[in-house]
C-alpha cells in the first residue's frame, strides 16, 4: 500500500543520527604512495624505508599515536633515532638536515 503525503497523518520518523566518531585531525595532502617491500634488494630496502618513515611522519598518524605510547616508548624512539643520526650524519649534516639551522662550530671530536 503507498500513501500520499495528504492521507498519511503521523508524524515523520526523526532521521537516525550517526554515531559520534572519534575526532581524527586532518589528513596530510596524500603523496605519491610508493610500494614499501623489503628484503629484495638494498636499493628497494631504501626506497622503502623512506617512503616507510614518510608515512610514519605524517601528521594525521602522530597526532593520532603520540596521545597513547607510554612515556618509555616516546624515550625509546628518541633514543633510537638519536643515535642512528649520531651514528650516521656528521655534525654539520645534523644541523642542516635534521635541525635545518645553521651548524654552531663543529665539536672536539
Given at each position: 500500500?503507498?500513501l500520499?503525503?495528504?492521507?498519511?497523518?503521523?508524524?515523520p520518523?526523526?532521521?537516525?543520527?550517526?554515531?559520534?566518531?572519534?575526532?581524527?585531525?586532518?589528513?596530510?595532502?596524500?603523496?605519491?604512495?610508493?610500494?614499501?617491500?623489503?628484503?629484495?634488494?638494498?636499493?628497494?630496502?631504501?626506497?622503502?624505508?623512506?617512503?616507510?618513515?614518510?608515512?610514519?611522519?605524517?601528521?594525521?598518524?602522530?597526532?593520532?599515536?603520540?596521545?597513547?605510547?607510554?612515556?618509555?616508548e616516546?624515550?625509546?624512539?628518541?633514543?633510537?633515532?638519536?643515535?642512528?643520526?649520531?651514528?650516521?650524519?656528521?655534525?654539520?649534516?645534523?644541523?642542516?638536515?635534521?635541525?635545518?639551522?645553521?651548524?654552531?662550530?663543529?665539536?672536539?671530536?
Open positions: 500500500m503507498v500520499s503525503p495528504e492521507k498519511n497523518s503521523s508524524p520518523l526523526p532521521k537516525a543520527q550517526p554515531e559520534a566518531q572519534p575526532e581524527v585531525p586532518p589528513n596530510d595532502p596524500p603523496p605519491a604512495a610508493p610500494p614499501i617491500c623489503f628484503g629484495l634488494d638494498r636499493a628497494t630496502d631504501e626506497r622503502s624505508l623512506a617512503a616507510f618513515l614518510a608515512r610514519f611522519a605524517s601528521r594525521r598518524l602522530l597526532d593520532t599515536l603520540a596521545p597513547r605510547l607510554e612515556e618509555a616516546i624515550a625509546a624512539m628518541v633514543d633510537y633515532l638519536g643515535r642512528i643520526m649520531k651514528k650516521h650524519l656528521s655534525h654539520r649534516e645534523y644541523h642542516q638536515l635534521f635541525l635545518q639551522s645553521a651548524p654552531e662550530e663543529e665539536p672536539e671530536p
